[in-house]
């Protein structure tokens, strides 16, 4: 059974970078495409954005001039990178193996990680 | 950007209720829909694929329909665990995108 969990600091800075991990186990992470979604406290889910098996990436608009993601398939993990955080980008963060044999959807999903900003 | 529209925001219903939840896309997604159910405090929870295809394990009392911009979730007698907040979900177009989402309480 495939597992999914998130790591990383759980304050940052405002205007620095939030870089969260996400291992995988119970299956090989380059077999599988892999999105980040995140959720502001009390408010809906928002996908960030999505890597693919061959490392192919697509971004939310809104986001993609300061995100990255990226994996590691070495340590079985999938990672984000977000710069010039603010207080606006405070959020549990949860990362989603996103299957797609015909339509798709997010599962798993990781127990997900709050990141919140401190000056 | 494909828009998902949720309706009601919020319901209240009593266990053994039948209880209809709407998701409207801001243009035509054929079937590409999917449906999550969240817990407080938990991550969302995988349902309903395809707008009617229920995932594995998922107990049958959950269904789905619809098809291009009008979409349907029901449950058919509501059980104590099925009180959560309920998420609809594009997966036509990236960005993907999802509705507000509904919460479910007791009455």
């Known amino acids: 059974q495939m597992q999914l969990q998130e790591s990383g600091p759980g304050l940052v800075k405002p205007s620095e970078t939030l870089s969260l991990n996400c291992t995988v186990s119970?299956?090989?992470?380059?077999?599988?495409?892999w999105s980040w979604i995140r959720q502001p406290p009390g408010k809906g889910l928002e996908w960030i954005g999505h890597?693919?098996?061959?490392?192919?990436?697509n971004y939310h608009p809104s986001l993609k001039s300061r995100v990255t993601i990226s994996i590691d398939t070495s340590k079985n993990q999938v990672s984000l990178k977000l710069t010039s955080v603010t207080a606006a980008d405070t959020a549990v963060y949860y990362c989603?193996?996103?299957?797609?044999?015909?339509?798709?959807?997010?599962?798993?999903w990781g127990q997900g990680t709050l990141v919140t900003f401190s000056s | 950007d494909i828009q998902m529209t949720q309706s009601p925001s919020s319901l209240s219903a009593s266990v053994g209720d039948r209880v209809t939840i709407t998701c409207r896309a801001s243009?035509?997604?054929?079937?590409?829909l999917n449906w999550y159910q969240q817990r407080p405090g938990q991550a969302p929870k995988f349902l309903i694929y395809?707008?009617?295809s229920l995932q594995s394990g998922v107990p049958s009392r959950f269904s789905g329909s619809g098809s291009g911009t009008d979409f349907t979730l029901t449950i058919s007698s509501l059980q104590p665990e099925d009180f959560a907040t309920y998420y609809c979900?594009?997966?036509?177009?990236?960005?993907?995108?999802f509705g507000g989402g509904t919460r479910v309480e007791i009455k």
């Open positions: 890597i693919s098996y061959s490392g192919g990436t």
């Open positions: 243009q035509t997604i054929i079937k590409y």
């Open positions: 119970g299956g090989s992470i380059s077999s599988y495409h």
């Open positions: 989603a193996r996103h299957y797609a044999p015909q339509y798709s959807w997010f599962d798993p």
């Open positions: 395809g707008a009617s």
């Open positions: 979900q594009q997966s036509f177009s990236f960005p993907l995108t």
